[in-house]
């Protein structure tokens, strides 16, 4: 987990680190396997991981028994794009560069060393969602 200072409450820490393990693993999660990537006991991540459910940012099949976020994430992510203004001052732009270049075009921010996709947009100006350009999705800049 990241650096700590006394303001640092680790209970949070522990559940943000369980989001971004379970963000990181396609087809979710074991509460085993999170306990293990948190360094936790079952016990522990098992609390976490309720304590998520409970809030909507974490969904737990009972027939895999596996872990993934939840919707809310989703809702959260797409309100702070939302509220940024990028998306919608740049859709006219993403419009004209798709039909002068006959291409999809995406608009992407850096996040570390990975793209951040906010958007995408294809020849017909519509949204196009294929499996390797998800808005939302990040991945390393090509």
Do not use: N
């Amino acid at each position: 987990m990241g650096r700590s200072t006394r303001y640092t409450l680790l209970t949070l820490v522990k559940c943000l680190a369980a989001l971004e393990a379970l963000e990181a693993a396609d087809g979710g999660l074991t509460l085993t396997e999170v306990a293990r990537r948190l360094k936790e006991s079952q016990t522990v991540a098992f609390r976490v991981l309720k304590t998520l459910e409970e809030h909507g940012y974490v969904r737990h099949d009972a027939v895999s028994r596996r872990y993934t976020l939840g919707l809310r994430i989703w809702e959260l992510g797409a309100r702070v794009v939302g509220r940024t203004g990028l998306v919608e001052a740049a859709r006219p732009v993403l419009k004209w560069l798709t039909a002068v270049t006959g291409q999809t075009s995406g608009l992407v921010v850096l996040r570390d060393t990975d793209v951040l996709y906010l958007d995408i947009r294809d020849k017909a100006g519509l949204r196009r969602l294929t499996p390797t350009t998800i808005v939302g999705a990040g991945r390393p800049p090509a």
